[in-house]
């Protein structure tokens, strides 16, 4: 991909298949894909479907076993409360890979949901790379939002566990997010029972009853290896914002998002961002 971006753009509208196979090549396989693009259900098309992967092994392993694992893989710098942390691949993988652990302590296995309702902290992003990790489906839901708007999302979903956090800081105040959980989840209709909880602050203090924190769940559970996935599993379920009584969702494979990452990366080199 040393390519000018225009010459890579004009290649993938002229050869789509072949590009996009390409491009795959950069990408980690527990079994590469023998068919780019099955064209035999427009417009359902299907891409890479017989490969097999991993979206965390690609994001953090691979580095490691190409030897990068002591560079930075992930800067948290928080504008609101100046709190700030850096992770190698390392560090973080060591961390994702112990919160699978606790996912799967909490009964999360490959393809169920799991419903992330976070302040955007570093939690937020191990969470999300720890469901890739053992091919659980991940549903990002923006921390804050109202009850009914989170119920919606876990009927939605059929979500097994909720990712959530004590509370998260905006400008100028402090929202508490268990209350807006508990209320969602007595709106709900699915039955559902796990809540894996974040303290974000020593000084905010939750009732016993809370399922598993983040401070007992994730020091106890052991590491976990990044599972194969195909490309028949999902990545991740997002609901758009919406007027509508039932927000449309918009889901994506496993397969496409690697390659599609890839090259946005490469783009960006290219073009200097």
């Known amino acids: 991909m040393s390519k000018k971006f225009n010459d890579i753009y004009q290649n993938s509208l002229k050869n789509p298949e072949d590009f996009w196979q390409e491009v795959s090549n950069d990408i980690f396989w527990f079994k590469k894909p023998t068919k780019i693009l099955n064209k035999s259900n427009p417009p359902f098309y299907k891409w890479f479907e017989d490969g097999v992967t991993n979206t965390c092994y690609n994001a953090l392993d691979i580095h490691i076993d190409q030897g990068r694992g002591d560079k930075l893989a992930l800067i948290y710098d928080s504008p609101i409360t100046g709190n700030k942390k850096q992770f190698t691949y390392k560090e973080l993988r060591e961390k994702v890979s112990k919160f699978a652990g606790a996912l799967k302590n909490q009964g999360v296995d490959k393809g169920d949901r799991v419903i992330i309702y976070m302040p955007m902290i570093q939690e937020a992003v191990i969470a999300m790379l720890a469901c890739g990790r053992i091919g659980a489906i991940h549903s990002v839901v923006f921390g804050g939002f109202a009850s009914n708007e989170l119920a919606s999302r876990i009927d ?3 979500a097994k566990v909720i990712v959530t956090a004590s509370c998260g800081f905006e400008p100028g105040k402090t929202v508490e997010y268990k209350p807006l959980v508990d209320a969602a989840i007595k709106m709900a209709s699915i039955l559902w029972n796990k809540i894996i909880l974040s303290i974000l ?16 769940v994730f020091p106890g559970s052991k590491p976990h290896e990044a599972v194969t996935i195909t490309f028949a599993l999902l990545s991740s379920i997002l609901l758009a914002s919406s007027f509508e009584a039932k927000p449309p969702n918009t889901t994506e494979w496993i397969a496409p998002i690697l390659p599609h990452a890839n090259i946005a990366i490469t783009a960006s080199g290219i073009m200097g961002i």
């Open 156 to 158: 939605d979903s059929k």
């Open 201 to 216: 602050w020593e000084a905010i203090l939750i009732a016993a009853s809370t399922n598993g924190l983040y401070s007992t």
